[in-house]
């Protein structure tokens, strides 16, 4: 899986866990409704780390947190082509 489908994916997942919708989110990270969409569905495919610590902090957690997953342990380089 790429970097920016896992990302997503882990937006996704912790959306679900914490019963937020993308604008309860919006609310509690600073983050535009329209930025966190873009995210999501594809138009934004690269969000700065910013932004993810932003988000990380209206789900409370840390970037550390966001990144503990297998999905990102992989040690398989991207495929940039």
Do not use: W
Not at 16 to 27: Q, R, W
Not at 61 to 70: E, G, N, R
């Amino acid at each position: 899986m790429d970097t920016y489908s896992t990302v997503k994916d882990r937006l996704l997942h912790l959306l679900e866990k914490n019963n937020l919708s993308i604008h309860a989110l919006a609310l509690r990270s600073g983050v535009a409704p329209s930025t966190i969409k873009n995210i999501l569905y594809g138009k934004s495919k690269n969000p700065g780390i910013v932004t993810l610590k932003m988000l990380c902090d209206g789900f409370g957690i840390s970037l550390t947190q966001f990144f503990d997953t297998a999905e990102f342990a992989s040690d398989e380089p991207e495929d940039i082509g």
